[in-house]
């Protein structure tokens, strides 16, 4: 073969070859055919939240960009676990947590969260100050307030009228809320938002009473629809999604303070796909997201462009009166002791 022929050769070759590529970019009748953006792996808790981010977040605003999102579902206490048992890993197996915002400040404490970049989430302009962390972002909060059924029981005033053993087995304990039921127990009991220790007789003395515990909310919300219990403790935002499907409930605002619940999401030091998900985190803040979240579930949205509706606001928020009355965690406490909180619990209260 010939100099030059080997050059005409060549030269088709490669005209080839990019024909070939080309044409496997395209459909089956010439339409670009899209490229995946890369799988998202979000770690979360199962039952309503799992679906509500599908839902609002993951099937309207990700999809359309090709990103396959995953939800790793399980509890927080197992996939804090499982943060720390990947750390060592160059490459973990989620690309964003899901955390309560004490447990986000427990896993920064712990340098297992990566610094969010904020110049890569557009929306966090909008944030409220308060929601906006170095290391997560809070998604949703809310104030854990007493519920309670009036055709069963008279409307408490306080955690202290709440959790007493008197209510017997009309009174609903969830076991995935064990910092927060210690935690209105002991404030309840003399304690303060640094030291639940005096609540932990009070909860014995309702358990003995006959106080039933139920492993998720929704198992709870379950017990409230069938009146097999009366009363409990937990997020005016799930009693606003309750209330909508038709559970007789009220709420009631403790005198001793509503602590804050903020939901939020971290990025784990070693995610896998970090773009990924800094593209989820902004796609949890847009205002659409937010505002539907706010109607399906009834949390308070962190951004200020929300368009959240009078009507779903009353429903959703509290009053001049009750906002002072709203008090934050000492999320270095909580860092410290929950070991030891949730070995009690296991252990002493469950055992």
Known sequence: MSKTTFRIS???????????????????????????????????WGGDYSKLLSKNIDTP?????????VHDI?????????????ARLPRGTSDVQGLSAAQMFEMSAAELTLPVDYAKIPNAKNLVPQMKYPYGIGHIYSGKVILYNPKLVS?????????????????????????????????????????YDPGKERLLACKKAGAKIYPTNEA?????????????????ARAVQWQKAGINVET?????????????????????????????????LEPSAQEA?????????????????????????????????????????LAQNDAALKEWWDKVFKG
């Open 252 to 284: 009631v605002a403790p005198k001793e303070g509503v602590p804050l619940y903020i939901s939020g999401f971290v990025i784990p030091k070693n995610a896998p796909n970090k773009d990924g998900a800094h593209a989820w985190l902004n796609a949890m």
């Open 61 to 69: 605003l990700l999809a359309p960009k090709n990103y396959e999102v």
């Open 220 to 236: 709870l919300a379950a017990a409230l629809k069938n009146e097999e219990i009366a009363l409990c403790i937990m997020w005016k």
């Open 293 to 333: 979240f706010a109607e399906d579930m009834g949390y308070n949205p962190t951004v200020t462009n929300a368009k959240v509706p009078a009507e779903t606001q009353k429903r959703i928020g509290f009053n001049a009166d009750e906002q002072k009355r709203l008090v934050d965690l000492d999320y270095g406490y």
């Open 155 to 195: 409307a408490p005033t306080s955690f202290a009228d709440c959790l007493d053993p008197k209510h017997g087995a009309k009174l609903g304990i969830i076991d995935i809320q064990y910092q927060f039921t210690m935690m209105a127990a002991g404030i309840a009991s003399g304690g303060s938002m640094t030291n």
């Open 10 to 44: 060549r030269r088709r070759l490669v005209q080839v070859t990019g024909a070939a590529a080309g044409m496997a970019a395209l459909g089956p009748f010439g339409r670009a055919r899209a490229q995946a953006a890369g799988k998202v792996v979000v770690g979360t």
């Open 74 to 86: 399980g509890g927080d206490p197992e996939r804090r676990a499982k943060m720390r048992a990947e």
